[in-house]
C-alpha cells in the first residue's frame, strides 16, 4: 500500500464540518452569540455608547431608566457607556495577552518536545520553577513593577500563563514526534524546522485553540481581578474590573452598580468557556457527529469511527 506522506499527518475522518458541528451544538451556539456579542461591543462599543463615560454628572446612583438605561455609578457616569467602553479594554487586553501567551508556550512546548535531551530538560525545568511559585503571586510581583497600567497587567499575566501551555504543547509534539510520517520524513533528509512546520505544528493546532478558546475566559477574569485591586487602569478609566472597584461601596445601598459590571463579566467568560467546549467537540477526530438524531430527545448521536477500517464505523457503546 501506498501511503502520501503529504496528507498522513491528518486522519482521515468521514465527519460534517466543524462549522456544521458548532451550528448544530446547541450548547456552542450559546457561546459563539455571547463571544460575537461582546466582540462586537470591544469593536463598535465606544461608538455606541449613548454619553460620555467620563462625564461626571448630578444624577448619581440612579437605577435604570429611559435616559440611562443601566443606571448610573457614584459620580453620575453613565454604566451603559462605561461597559460599552470598556469591552475594547478589558476584551482586548485578554485577547492579546491570549495571543502572547499562545505564541510563547507553542514555541517553547515544540523545541522542548521535538528535540528533547539538553534543550528539553533546561525549558522544562523553567517551566517547573514557574509554575511552582502560586500564580497569582508572581503575577502580582511582575505587575508590581510598573505602574498601574493594563499594559503592566498583561505582561504579569504572561509571565505565569505560557508554562501551562509549554507543558501541554511538549506532551503532543512528544507523541506526534514518533508518528510514522514524521519517521518517514526523517528518513527523506527532511531538516528539523521543516518537520515541525509541515507535520508536527499541524496537528497540534486544533488542542492549542481550544485551549486557549477556554483560557480566554480565565485571562478575562484574572485582568479584571488584578485591576480590581488595583494594579491595571487608573481611574476614571471605564475597565469592568475597576468599574467593580469603583462600585462595591454602594454594594449594600445600590447593588445594581456593582451587580451590572459582575453580570457582564459572568457573561464574556461564560461565552468563551461554552465556545470553547463545542470547538473541543467539533475538532475532535475520534468523534462524528451522525447526521441522525435520536427521534425522541432530537439531540445529535456521536458516533465513534473505527480506525482499522475504511470510513466503516459503529454505534459507541
Known amino acids: 500500500m501506498t501511503v502520501d506522506w503529504n496528507t498522513a499527518s491528518v486522519p482521515a475522518v468521514k465527519s460534517v464540518g466543524v462549522t456544521r458541528k458548532l451550528v448544530r451544538d446547541p450548547v456552542a451556539r450559546v457561546g459563539l452569540a455571547l463571544v460575537t456579542l ?3 461591543m470591544a469593536v463598535f462599543g465606544p461608538s455606541l455608547a449613548p454619553q460620555d463615560p467620563l462625564e461626571v454628572t448630578v444624577d448619581r446612583l440612579q437605577p435604570p431608566s429611559f435616559r440611562h438605561l443601566l443606571g448610573t455609578d457614584g ?3 453613565d454604566l451603559l457607556s462605561r461597559l460599552l467602553t ?6 482586548g487586553t485578554a ?5 502572547l501567551v499562545t505564541v510563547i508556550g507553542v514555541l517553547i512546548g515544540t523545541l522542548a518536545g521535538f528535540y528533547g535531551g539538553f534543550v528539553d530538560r533546561l525549558l522544562m525545568r523553567t517551566v517547573d520553577v514557574v509554575l511552582a511559585v502560586p500564580g497569582l503571586a508572581l503575577a502580582l510581583a511582575v505587575t508590581g513593577l510598573f505602574r498601574p497600567s493594563l499594559t503592566a497587567v498583561m505582561l504579569g499575566l504572561v509571565t505565569i500563563w505560557w508554562a501551562g501551555y509549554a507543558r501541554v504543547v511538549r506532551g503532543l ?5 514518533e508518528r510514522p510520517f514524521v519517521e518517514a520524513a526523517r528518513s527523506v533528509g ?3 524546522g521543516r518537520i515541525i512546520l509541515r507535520h508536527v505544528l499541524p496537528n497540534v493546532v486544533s488542542p492549542v485553540v481550544v485551549l486557549a478558546t477556554l483560557e480566554i475566559g480565565q485571562l478575562i477574569l484574572a485582568v479584571s481581578g488584578l485591576t480590581f485591586l488595583g494594579l491595571g487602569a487608573p481611574p476614571p478609566t471605564p475597565e469592568w474590573g475597576a468599574m467593580l472597584n469603583e462600585s462595591r461601596v454602594y454594594f449594600l445601598s445600590d447593588p445594581h452598580v456593582m451587580f451590572i459590571p459582575g453580570l ?3 457573561l464574556a467568560v461564560l461565552g468563551f468557556n461554552l465556545l470553547g467546549d463545542g470547538i473541543r467537540d467539533a475538532l475532535d477526530p475520534r468523534l462524528l457527529v451522525a447526521t441522525r438524531t435520536s427521534p ?4 445529535p448521536v456521536p458516533v465513534a469511527l473505527d480506525a482499522g477500517t475504511d470510513g466503516g464505523s459503529k454505534d459507541r457503546p
Open 296 to 299: 425522541r430527545w432530537r439531540r
Open 95 to 99: 485577547l492579546l495577552a491570549s495571543l
Open 38 to 40: 461582546f466582540l462586537l
Open 86 to 91: 470598556g469591552a475594547r479594554l478589558s476584551l
Open 264 to 266: 457582564t463579566i459572568a
Open 173 to 177: 509534539v512528544l507523541a506526534m514526534r
Open 190 to 192: 527532511a531538516s528539523g
Open 75 to 77: 459620580l453620575g457616569r
